[in-house]
């Protein structure tokens, strides 16, 4: 049985988020639908992250077992047709070993976070960025980031839900730069760790943005990490602006 990788796009919005569930849309359950469409019958597919609803993804990437041989551009081809109109593309497959897996075999994740920083409402990225009216200090949300990166606990910046084992993650990089945009400004935050829990992107992003506001000082995220407590955090940020961006593995499948 020939395992296929899948490397995915899609606009999170319709969607309750990646997990299959039960009579509400998701996108592995709009996958796995096109999949029964090429081979009949019930398939189930794996993914590197379970992003949330509204969440987008760049680069997601996900595994799917079949019966039939198939040449990986057919296949990708066949599916994009299959899942129109649904706002998913499958832009790279590839044949792997039937003991690689989408989540498991995994070295990094990537997540972007786009904020955008205006008086206007956001018309044309509405749904794709966190709008919001302070005007932004970088410096100070770059000051208050460095923080956080390292291995620690953290408690304060994951949901009271997180079915995580430990708070206890290391986070490898947070890159934020900043972007003219119309009648404002854009800042993307670049997040970069083996693994995430469960709203830590959008913990650390609502933190961020206070302290860029000015509401809080940089050291106030130090204070919050050190809480180790779920009440230090910011406001959690929506989940428009965030974006699954790549997964990295020791060998790149799609190469």
């Known amino acids: ?3 296929y990788a899948l490397k995915i796009e899609y606009d999170g919005g319709p969607f309750v988020g990646w997990q299959r569930q039960t009579a509400q849309t998701s996108v592995q359950g709009t996958i796995e639908a096109a999949l029964a469409k090429l081979e009949p019958g019930t398939h189930k597919i794996a993914a590197a992250g379970r992003t949330d609803a509204g969440v987008h993804a760049l680069g997601q990437v996900a595994h799917a077992d079949l ?8 296949l990708s081809e066949a599916l994009n047709y299959h899942l129109r109109p649904a706002p998913i593309a499958i832009t790279a497959c590839a044949e792997v070993a039937p003991d690689w897996h989408a989540r498991f075999s995994a070295l990094e994740r990537h997540y972007l976070f786009r904020l955008l920083s205006r008086r206007p409402p956001a018309v044309h990225l509405r749904g794709r960025v966190w709008h919001v009216k302070p005007r932004l200090d970088m410096a100070a949300m770059q000051a208050g980031a460095a923080h956080l990166v390292g291995k620690h606990d953290f408690t304060t910046f994951r949901s009271t839900v997180c079915q995580a084992d430990s708070p206890v993650k290391t986070l490898d990089e947070i890159t934020i730069t900043e972007h003219d945009a119309p009648a404002g400004r854009e800042f993307r935050f670049f997040l970069r760790a083996r693994s995430f829990l469960h709203n830590q992107v959008r913990s650390i992003v609502g933190s961020l943005e206070r302290v860029g506001a000015g509401s809080w000082p940089p050291e106030q995220v130090k204070a919050a990490l050190e809480a180790r407590d779920r009440a230090a955090c910011g406001p959690v940020c929506p989940p428009q602006g965030l974006y ?5 593995y020791p060998d790149d499948p799609f190469a």
């Open 1 to 3: 049985m020939p395992r």
């Open 67 to 74: 019966t039939r041989d198939w040449e990986p551009f057919r």
């Open 244 to 248: 699954l961006s790549e997964v990295i």
